[in-house]
Structure formats: structure tokens, C-alpha cells
């Protein structure tokens, strides 16, 4: 079974433009979390849905940084405009069941922004 | 809002000592996972606990969870370099549904 796949793996990007990261979940689950990773702030919970509703954004950062997801097999985040210290590797992970299930992770997208 | 601790950041092992990483949370968790990170790759679930003083084993390593259900340790018994990766433990606070907080990993390096 295909797991968690995120694109894109790698992005380089200007200040001020916009980046679109994309998650598919694996099939059957319902729950969808972003985490962003940096080496100074570890390993941080953005937003999760749940049902594809968000049930907690409290992690978003600001207002340059919004996520969606449409359908169960679906979410993106978006940053815009970008800026140096949104650089970090960004993973989806998706669970089956809300509160007590394993979280599978993909291999994540590394943002850097210069 | 909820935190969750782990110590120590770092840890250098030979090859056959034994390793140890600890998970405190600001408050009383309702479950506390583990995950795995190797270096350059996504964190990988090892396991979770929910019962109040549960330990759990596989093959080396140890799980537990305070009888507080407030911290959680991991132990690994005589490491391989195949241990090497960053720990993770993960708590979803009582009361807070979905959310699952990471603490900030614990990077273990063995030396052969």
C-alpha cells in the first residue's frame, strides 16, 4: 500500500513568493496533521484536521500560512508570500482515528527560501 | 498550552551501553507515543501507551508511563548502530482530542 505522499520533496524558492506543499493521506484515514521541523523548534504541530476539518490551526504561524482540505484524499499548505526563516522541512502525516491512532508520516517536503 | 520535555538532547554510547531518553509533560496526558527518526528520514511509530504505569517491551527497548500518566521513558538495552536516530515522544493531553505534541527528540549516537 502506498504511504503518506508529499510533493514536492525539495523547493527552492525566492522571498516573497508563494509556496504550495501537497499531501495525499493514505487511503481509509481521516485524521491529517502538518508538522514543520527545524533544527532550533524541533518538530511543531501547524494544524490537523480531522474529517477534513480543522479542528486546530493554534500552530499556525501567521497569516502567510493557510491550509485546505478539500477532500479525504487531499490537503495543501500554503505559504505567501514566503520568507528565509519559513525554510524547514514540512511533513504531512495521516492517522486512522482521532485520538488514539499512530501517526504515518511522509518523507516530507524541505522548503528553503532565500 | 501544553508542552512535553525530553532529556537530554544528545546522546554518545559505545556499542553495548545501554540508553536512556525521558519525556515529561506540562500536563496529564490521555496517550504517549514513540517514533523513531533516522537521520535525513521522516519519524517512524514505535509504539503507545495509555495505561497509567504500562510498560511495554520490544525486543531491547523499554516503554513506560508514569503511574501520573504525566512522564514516559524510553531504554534501550546493549545499543547497535542500528539504533542511531533521533527519539521522539508524542503526547496527546487529556482533553485535547487529536492533538499530539512532540517533544524535542533525543539524537542517539553509537559509536562501534
Known amino acids: 500500500d502506498a504511504g503518506v505522499i508529499q510533493s514536492p520533496r525539495h523547493e527552492v524558492t525566492e522571498m516573497g513568493q508563494e509556496v504550495t506543499l501537497r499531501c495525499k493521506p493514505i487511503s481509509g484515514h481521516n485524521s491529517l496533521f502538518w508538522y514543520r521541523q527545524t533544527m532550533m523548534r524541533g518538530l511543531e504541530l501547524l494544524i490537523y484536521?480531522?474529517?477534513?476539518?480543522?479542528?486546530?490551526d493554534s500552530g499556525m504561524p501567521e497569516d502567510r500560512f493557510s491550509a485546505k482540505m478539500p477532500n479525504a484524499s487531499f490537503s495543501t499548505l500554503k505559504i505567501q508570500p514566503s520568507e528565509p526563516r519559513d525554510s524547514a522541512v514540512y511533513f504531512c502525516a495521516s492517522s486512522l482515528g482521532h485520538a488514539t491512532g499512530e501517526l504515518f508520516f511522509g518523507e516530507g517536503s524541505r522548503l528553503t527560501v532565500l | 498550552g501544553q508542552q512535553v520535555m525530553q532529556i537530554p538532547q544528545y546522546q554518545h554510547v559505545q556499542e553495548g551501553e545501554d540508553f536512556t531518553t525521558y519525556c515529561n509533560s506540562s500536563t496529564t496526558l490521555s496517550n504517549i507515543q514513540w517514533y523513531k527518526q533516522r537521520p535525513g528520514g521522516h519519524p517512524v511509530f514505535l509504539i503507545q501507551?495509555?495505561?497509567?504505569?504500562e510498560v511495554k517491551k520490544q525486543k531491547r527497548l523499554t516503554f513506560q508511563f508514569g503511574e501520573a500518566k504525566k512522564n514516559s521513558s524510553l531504554h534501550i538495552t546493549a545499543t547497535q548502530t542500528t539504533d542511531v536516530g533521533t527519539y521522539f515522544c508524542?503526547?496527546?493531553?487529556?482533553?485535547?482530542?487529536?492533538?499530539?505534541?512532540f517533544g524535542q527528540g533525543t539524537e542517539l549516537s553509537v559509536k562501534p
Open positions: 508524542a503526547g496527546r493531553g487529556a482533553n485535547q482530542g487529536g492533538k499530539l505534541i
Open positions: 484536521f480531522n474529517n477534513n476539518v480543522p479542528i486546530d
Open positions: 501507551l495509555v495505561k497509567s504505569g
